[in-house]
């Protein structure tokens, strides 16, 4: 890998970096100096096959491949350049590509990264498409000790979900072998919810998803972040959604992530082009 262009971003929290794969294809990458840790997201595929409708890959259908460990890995240490050193780093699998569909290699990476350097954080964003592959993936990176899931669910319903992201798994399901499989390799684990402007953002739609989620477990509250070509649209109602999850005894926390003015929110990256 070899980055080719960076852009920050204008309160500076945020660096997205252009980089070219051996076979000329372009994959971004994000730093962010996000308060008390750097944030490395990285992207472990060119392209998504996954197909979600609020995200720049899937919505232009635009997969090529899957990056390989040795890929993945010198994306990130290109990255490391850019990283403050004297915070903890957060090597986040939340760029381009579904991480379970790629597990092998992102697994071999992490645990290339966590012997480099250790002392580290990492993580993974994941819609799930096999619950099989996130139970192989966690026993292989068994001696990677800090680690976490973040379970993408974006709607309380099967039906709803299946509107934005084509996976058929019941999300009752889904959230149950979340639990089930992150409790048996003693992984933390929370669900992330974007916020659509009334699709899935309604009191309703806030007590549904409160009696799916157990009371322990953190719901992540995410803003979408514009992307071309995308219908869906930012709620307006973040401060209700929340404050009917609190009142019924959810564990929540609002997230908003960087980079949104040079493309660098989640949802924005793109990773699929070749150069000539």
């Known amino acids: 890998m070899e980055i080719i262009e960076k852009v920050k971003s204008a309160d500076k929290m945020a660096v997205k970096l252009l980089q070219k794969s051996k076979d000329g294809y372009l994959c971004e990458t994000v730093v962010v100096d996000y308060y008390n840790k750097n944030i490395i997201c990285f992207s472990c595929a060119l392209g998504c096959p996954v197909g979600c409708k609020m995200c720049y890959n899937g919505v232009y259908k635009n997969f090529i491949r899957n990056l390989n460990a040795d890929e993945i890995v ?39 990264l966590n012997t480099e350097f250790s002392g580290n954080k990492f993580a993974m964003a994941t819609t799930l498409p096999s619950s099989k592959n996130l139970e192989e993936f966690l026993s292989m990176i068994r001696d990677v000790e800090k680690f976490k899931i973040m379970i993408s669910l ?16 019941a999300v009752k399901k889904l959230v149950n072998d979340s639990i089930k499989i992150s409790k048996k390799f003693n992984r933390e684990c929370e669900f992330n919810y974007l916020l659509f402007d009334k699709f899935n953002d309604s009191k309703e739609h806030a007590v549904k998803l409160a009696k ?18 995308v219908e869906l649209k930012p709620s307006t109602n973040y401060d209700g959604f929340i404050s009917t999850l609190k009142q019924l005894n959810k564990k929540v926390e609002e997230y908003s992530t960087n980079g949104e003015d040079i493309g660098a929110a989640c949802g924005q990256l793109c990773s699929n082009k070749k150069l000539d």
Do not use: C, W
């Not at 957060?90 to 590509?97: R, W």
């Not at 974006?154 to 798994?169: D, N, S």
């Open 74 to 112: 010198a994306q990130i240490k290109n990255a490391m350049a850019f990283i403050d050193p004297k915070k903890v780093t957060l090597f986040s699998a939340m760029g381009v590509g579904e991480p379970l569909l790629n597990y092998e290699n992102v697994a071999k990476a992490f645990i290339a």
């Open 154 to 169: 974006h709607a309380p319903t099967t039906a709803l979900r299946y509107k934005i992201i084509p996976i058929k798994t």
């Open 212 to 229: 799916l989620i157990p009371d322990e477990y953190v719901i992540k509250i995410n803003h979408f972040n514009h992307v071309q070509g």
